[in-house]
């Protein structure tokens, strides 16, 4: 997962900031604030994980176990699906401010990782 992030995160920066303002389009009225996106992104990677180890055999099946629990990602954070998806549109015309919020996204798999592992060397053996 980490691997994955890294090369988004990386192929982000080699895209630069050449584009204009105005050919970037315009801020979005309800665009979600960066903190708040990346931590909607780190749920929904860790959605998409958890999906692919349950090993559905349906994409039908999938697909709708996802949409549940980006629903339930957006519902936690106060956000609408049209907002998230503005918003995701506008950062990603912007690649400097996504690989901002993938550095943080990045930082939080990781702060999640050592506390996961903290749990798991804590677990005494049976």
Do not use: W
């Amino acid at each position: 997962m980490l691997r994955f992030l890294s090369v988004v995160f990386f192929g982000l920066m080699a895209l630069g900031c050449g584009s204009s303002e105005s050919q970037l389009g315009e801020k979005p009225a309800n665009l979600v604030p960066e903190e708040t996106m990346a931590n909607i992104l780190m749920q929904v990677h860790l959605n998409e994980a958890r999906i692919s180890k349950y090993g559905l055999s349906s994409s039908d099946s999938a697909s709708i176990l996802f949409n549940r629990l980006q629903a339930k990602t957006l519902k936690q954070y106060g956000v609408d699906t049209s907002a998230y998806t503005k918003s995701y549109i506008y950062y990603s015309a912007r690649p400097a401010d996504l690989a901002r919020i993938y550095e943080r996204v990045v930082e939080q798999l990781k702060e999640a990782q050592k506390a996961k592992e903290k749990v798991v060397s804590k677990k005494p053996v049976s």
